[in-house]
């Protein structure tokens, strides 16, 4: 390990001969790339921990060069400046090198970009949080989003006529609603369906970021009438059908992009290009799952079911409903069947829990923060791109994996596209949600039949 890292990193250039020393070879990238993929998965941590923290930046050359920009305060601007721009290029870690230099042979940007989900993986499992990888996982961070900027990407959209291998990448990347087959995913780029990704010219044939678009009629409140019900295959579009785009699921297929915005871009993208091929098309919105609304549930009625009744997040008449239906106490059994999702085989059950589950789910993504802004990460992206949240959807995604996660529900968040700047910005300035009416009177209701 100590060899293969000091064969293949070269020292920093000095500052004077920066632009003059000749680069390292291509074998040397070769090299290390070749020596980092054959080490087992548990052994990676432990080498990237050394290469971080035996390759990285000179502290004792930092912190002279510090001394200096104090000591040239006093002097005039352009001594201040170098002394800055000297100690700028100390603060470069030695890693950095070679990393950019990975960056030109083949395959080397996807070997960066896996690198990155590598050292991600590793921080959130605690396997290595130190000072180092945390620091390697910055200086990744800074020059993938330099490299995968939007300028630098290319919008495709996806049809029956795109390469196989690019099908079949957008089946398996699909992480939203699964495709089941072949014939699922030539639906999905048929008519009145869109499909776009963003490609890299460094990652040929690898979709970044896929979108997904339904064209239709008015926003769908159901991923049904979507992902199940098509037109025929040799349909012609009648453009007077299409009177809303329905952004249904979107994927970022490259964990090592975590914190490049790609999605965001994507949309605003789409949205022109759809404008453009349907001129007359004004309404734009998502129709979005609600990723660990059941879990935040099954959690509160476990606390609801320790304090008792003085506390409840059920009315009397629901609370009492409940347990007629059921021949339980309510907390108890809502709990169980939320866990095993028993309750859709009940008309009166599914009837007797809409105004509940409907409450708790707008107040879980109205009112539930992290750091202020909404919990849910699916809300928080739409919310920083300025979109409005528009309508909680009752029984929108019936199927095992929509009941498991959020109790079969969805929501719209809706793009209305004169207002998605002030949106945005007032969301990421004072975390201010943009809400519907619909939206407001469920949190209404919840805040009037909880104690909470």
Not at 84 to 93: A, I, K, N, V
Not at 187 to 197: A, E, L, Q, S, T
Not at 294 to 313: A, D, V, Y
Request: hydrophobic share 35%; proline share 5%.
């Amino acid at each position: 390990m100590d060899e293969i890292l000091t064969r293949t990193l070269d020292s920093l250039p000095s500052y004077e001969t920066r632009e003059k020393s000749p680069p390292p070879p291509e074998s040397s990238s070769l090299e290390f790339i070749q020596f980092y993929r054959s080490l087992d998965k548990s052994q990676r941590p432990a080498f990237l921990a050394k290469l971080s923290s035996d390759f990285g930046v000179d502290h004792k050359c930092v912190a002279e060069l510090a001394a200096n920009v104090m000591d040239s305060q006093k002097r005039d601007i352009s001594t201040v400046l170098q002394a800055e721009d000297r100690l700028r290029y100390c603060l470069t870690p030695r890693y950095k090198v070679l990393l950019n230099h990975i960056s030109r042979v083949e395959g080397g940007v996807k070997f960066l970009v896996d690198l990155k989900a590598d050292v991600i993986e590793f921080l959130a499992s605690k396997t290595n949080d130190s000072p180092h990888i945390r620091d390697l996982n910055g200086t990744l961070k800074s020059m993938l989003s330099e490299w995968f900027s939007v300028g630098l990407l290319s919008l495709e959209r996806v049809t029956w006529k795109s390469p196989c291998e690019l099908l079949q990448k957008i089946s398996q990347y699909e992480a939203v609603h699964p495709v089941r087959n072949w014939t699922d995913i030539k639906h999905r780029v048929g008519p009145y369906r869109r499909c776009y990704v963003f490609t890299h010219g460094a990652m040929p044939g690898e979709p970044l970021v896929v979108l997904h678009v339904a064209l239709k009629e008015e926003i769908s409140d159901n991923i049904q009438t979507i992902v199940r019900e098509f037109s025929s295959l040799d349909s012609v579009e009648d453009i007077n059908r299409v009177n809303a785009a329905v952004f249904y699921s979107i994927s970022s297929t490259q964990p090592g992009l975590q914190g490049v915005e790609l999605g965001n871009y994507l949309i605003k993208r789409v949205v022109r290009e759809l404008q453009g091929e349907f001129p007359h098309l004004n309404q734009f919105s998502s129709l979005s799952p609600i990723p660990g609304f059941t879990n935040w549930l099954l959690s509160l009625l476990n606390e609801q079911r320790k304090e008792g009744p003085s506390n409840r997040i059920l009315s009397d008449m629901e609370f009492m409903d409940i347990e007629e239906i059921t021949g339980g106490r309510a907390y108890e059994t809502m709990q169980k069947l939320l866990s095993t999702n028993e309750w859709v085989s009940s008309e009166r059950l599914v009837k007797a829990l809409e105004p509940a589950l409907m409450r708790l789910c707008a107040w879980y993504l109205y009112g539930e923060k992290h750091r202020g802004y909404a919990l849910n990460p699916v809300a928080n992206f739409h919310l920083q791109n300025g979109a409005t949240m528009w309508r909680l959807n009752w029984q929108a995604d019936t199927s095992p994996r929509g009941l498991s996660a959020s109790c079969g529900m969805m929501v719209n968040y809706r793009y209305f596209l004169q207002d998605t700047s002030p949106n945005s910005g007032r969301y990421l300035r004072t975390k201010e949600i943009e809400a519907s009416d619909q939206i407001r009177n469920l949190v209404l209701q919840f805040q009037k039949a909880s104690k909470l």
